[in-house]
T-cell receptor, first 116, second 112 residues
Framework: EPEVTQTPSHQVTQMGQEVILRCVPI?????FYWYRQILGQKVEFLVS????????KSEIFDDQFSVERPDGSNFTLKIRSTKLEDSAMYFC??????????????FGPGTRLTVL | SQKIEQNSEALNIQEGKTATLTCNYT??????LQWYRQDPGRGPVFLLL?????KEKRKERLKVTFDTTLKQSLFHITASQPADSATYLC???????????FGGGTRLMVKP
């Protein structure tokens, strides 16, 4: 069964450093998302991406964040200058061929980001 | 501001009973509502989606209701099993279908 994959599973970085989190969505999906979950807290929407552009973003997704689909398979989240409060689990998700979140969404296993 | 509330206290039930979880929301008119299961350290797994014009949806042992007047959804698991133990998340979809807002989740523990 097709699945969303994410790398790395765990990333440790120093405050102020840039990180890139990588995702490979399900191959025929057209809508892509990033979420984060701080330990013990709820899953928070960051951004949705369709047709090579951001279609919605939350207030968390400020100028230090960016997303890119550099080729036909990868979808990346870049955090330019990490802060301690960016420590969280980051989930990538994708959904199918029409309607965005009006359809089932598939989540990856997550990347745990630890900022020291 | 928009608020989605799920009971933050764990729900403990006996195997074989029906579990009922509640999701209430305010200051929101979602087009769709989704329910997910999340196990510790894992990503959410989609369970069911219900549209604003649907009152009820079923899938195997799962049933979801959606009352847009009460601004509430109920999620039922019948004949519960210990393997159903997990955190269950309610999530609301905006009208454009491009943003999902999650509740804090309710942890369900099914005891044998």
């Amino acid at each position: 069964e097709p699945e969303v994959t994410q790398t790395p599973s765990h990333q440790v970085t120093q405050m102020g450093q840039e990180v890139i989190l990588r995702c490979v969505p399900i191959s025929n999906h057209l809508y892509f998302y990033w979420y984060r979950q701080i330990l013990g807290q709820k899953v928070e929407f960051l951004v949705s991406f369709y047709n090579n552009e951001i279609s919605e973003k939350s207030e968390i997704f400020d100028d230090q964040f960016s997303v890119e689909r550099p080729d036909g398979s990868n979808f990346t989240l870049k955090i330019r200058s990490t802060k301690l409060e960016d420590s969280a689990m980051y989930f990538c998700a994708s959904s199918g061929n029409s309607g965005g979140l009006r359809n089932e969404q598939f989540f990856g296993p997550g990347t745990r980001l630890t900022v020291l | 501001s928009q608020k989605i509330e799920q009971n933050s206290e764990a729900l403990n039930i006996q195997e074989g009973k029906t579990a009922t979880l509640t999701c209430n929301y305010t200051n929101y008119s979602p087009a769709y509502l989704q329910w997910y299961r999340q196990d510790p350290g894992r990503g959410p797994v989609f369970l069911l989606l219900i549209r604003e014009n649907e009152k009820e949806k079923r899938k195997e042992r799962l049933k979801v209701t959606f009352d847009t007047t009460l601004k509430q959804s109920l999620f039922h698991i019948t004949a519960s099993q210990p393997a159903d133990s997990a955190t269950y998340l309610c999530a609301l979809v905006n009208n454009a279908g491009n943003m999902l807002t999650f509740g804090g989740g309710t942890r369900l523990m099914v005891k044998p």
